[in-house]
């Protein structure tokens, strides 16, 4: 059984910076794309960044283009976001996502086959 796991969220202060963690585990674990999505209550479901696993290219949400870096360790089936610059409209819960083949649309959450259970990130005024 395939699991993704979060960790790192919290709270910071606006400008403030934190690192969130989806580490993935199971032998059937297989990945060709790699996604945080997080949500606010009451939205829908967003996309922040993407990463493929073997070539490590990316993509981001305008929202947080320059502020956000996704990052990948395959050693460790680990993929990382590093947030920086945090702002209040960046609260919400953080959800890791996987994609075992390659995706047509990163920022389409029905498109990966396993997401974690999330992570709080609350960024204060």
């Known amino acids: 059984q395939v699991q993704l796991v979060e960790s790192g969220g919290g709270l910071v202060q606006t400008g403030g910076s934190l690192t969130l963690s989806c580490t993935a585990s199971g032998r059937a674990f297989s990945t060709h794309t790699m996604a945080w999505f997080r949500q606010a209550p009451g939205t829908e479901r967003e996309f922040v960044a993407a990463?493929?696993?073997?070539?490590?290219?990316?993509s981001y949400a305008d929202s947080v283009k320059g502020r956000f870096t996704i990052s990948r360790d395959v050693a460790k089936n680990t993929v990382s976001l590093q947030m920086n610059s945090l702002k209040p409209e960046d609260t919400a819960v953080y959800y890791c996502a996987s994609r075992k083949f390659p995706v047509t649309r990163v920022d389409n959450p029905y498109l990966y086959d396993y997401w974690g259970q999330g992570t709080q990130v609350t960024v204060s005024s």
């Open positions: 990463i493929t696993w073997i070539a490590g290219s990316t």
